[in-house]
């Protein structure tokens, strides 16, 4: 997907005019773009949406930013910080910037993995000196800068990031002054045909095909399996994430077609992380596009009747997809029945798995967007016994 089409669908729905920090919310200055590959959230701070500072009460931005941070810190996080757009009419001070770091302590820093500063300026440099003494050489570390937006592709994929169009013209114009002009733009490599034993990034159908008829797919089959019998009662499970060296290489291997052993790994959160890396690169959200406007209005159904609604919406999937979603929200009901243990009871599995099951036809998730998908992904795993009870399946596979 182009970024300029990227900027067209950056736009959020009608923002709720109850929300607690309605009149900081509306400017999309802070915005969470679902997860990356490897099963972190993205959050990215946008300074071009700054109005001026008479028009913007920054100490209510800032508690709103931990607002938002704090229904994801426990989970490993990204943030994405683009700075183009911050003049001296928007610029908070100083002393705001000193309290705002001591305001984000380790609760917020613990599990941020990485930060990216995007199009930094002197600015920044003199930004950074200043606050030297007050930052630990363990967070500087996670510090990235990145000049241009083809730069920050080679860490992230940019067409999950919700970018203005404001800082993709910047970025635009930032190439062309380049000494020696505009660099040439990078072309992208047409598709590949799919390997032979191919895990990631094709269809169910193509997995079902290859994998003479199995409907439970080889990746999800296995993940599910050693986790069921090793990692039950692991705290945080599904919300750390793992080395994305190490969740390459089985990705590779997977795609070969060779044998893996989680086992041999000594680390319980990899399974989980590959389980999501595998059902987000599926080329169609496993729930499938189809639902995905009903899935968005769940909140407006009346809540006596949610559950109704979930069961009829379950009974319009396609029979595989049925057969893989009933596999899948069966196990993330059994870890919930563990959440003494594992800390992982149905909303918290929600908030980091929704994503991964379903996601817009076009464009980015937006921040409005989750609430009504980890809403919809919790009353499936809370009430799964009632929303799959009346559609059973001769092929179906429980774990």
Not at 333 to 360: D, E, R, T, Y
Request: aromatic fraction near 10%; charge should be positive; hydrophobic fraction near 35%.
């Amino acid at each position: 997907m182009s970024l300029e089409r990227l900027a067209d669908q950056a736009g959020d729905g009608p923002l709720d005019l109850n929300h607690p920090f309605y009149d900081v919310a509306r400017h999309g200055i802070v915005q969470v773009a679902g997860d990356d590959n490897y099963g972190r959230k993205l959050v990215i701070f946008s300074c071009c949406r700054m109005p001026p500072s008479h028009q913007l009460n920054h100490q209510k931005l800032l508690e709103y930013l931990k607002y938002t941070l704090d229904q994801y810190v426990e989970s490993d996080y990204i943030l994405v910080y683009f700075h183009h757009g911050l003049k001296s009419f928007n610029k908070p001070s100083l002393s705001w910037l000193q309290n705002a770091y001591k305001e984000f302590d380790r609760k917020y820093k613990k599990n941020l993995k990485a930060l990216y500063v995007v199009h930094p300026t002197n600015f920044i440099r003199v930004l950074w000196n200043i606050f030297k003494p007050l930052i630990s050489h363990k967070f500087g570390k996670k510090v990235t800068y990145v000049n241009y937006l083809s730069e920050l592709r080679e860490h992230l994929n940019c067409d999950q990031l919700i970018i203005a169009p404001e800082v993709i013209r910047y970025d635009e114009k930032l190439r062309v002054s380049q000494k020696g002009g505009a660099p040439q733009a990078t072309k992208t490599p047409p598709p590949r045909p799919p390997l032979p034993q191919q895990q990631f990034g094709v269809s169910l159908q193509y997995l079902r095909d290859k994998g003479n008829g199995e409907t439970i797919p080889l990746v999800m089959r296995q993940t599910v399996q050693f986790m069921k019998q090793n990692a039950l009662q692991t705290e945080g499970l599904f919300r750390r994430s793992a080395s994305i060296q190490v969740i390459k290489e089985i990705q590779k291997l997977y795609n070969l077609g060779k044998p893996i052993k989680f086992e041999e790994y000594g680390d319980e959160h990899i399974p989980a992380v590959i389980l999501k890396t595998f059902l987000r690169e599926l080329p169609e959200p496993i729930l499938t596009s189809q639902i995905y406007d009903h899935v968005q209005s769940i909140g407006t159904v009346e809540s006596s009747l949610r559950v109704t609604r979930c069961k009829q919406l379950m009974q319009r999937l396609p029979e595989h997809n049925y057969i893989v979603v009933k596999h899948l929200i069966c196990f993330l009901n059994m870890v919930s029945q563990q959440s003494i243990f594992n800390k992982m009871n149905p909303s918290n599995l929600a908030s980091v798995f929704g994503v991964n099951l379903i996601w817009p036809p076009r464009g980015p998730v937006t921040l409005q967007a989750l609430p009504p998908i980890n809403m919809f992904t919790e009353l499936l795993i809370e009430y799964y016994d009632q929303v799959f009870s009346s559609r059973s399946l001769p092929n179906e596979i429980l774990p």
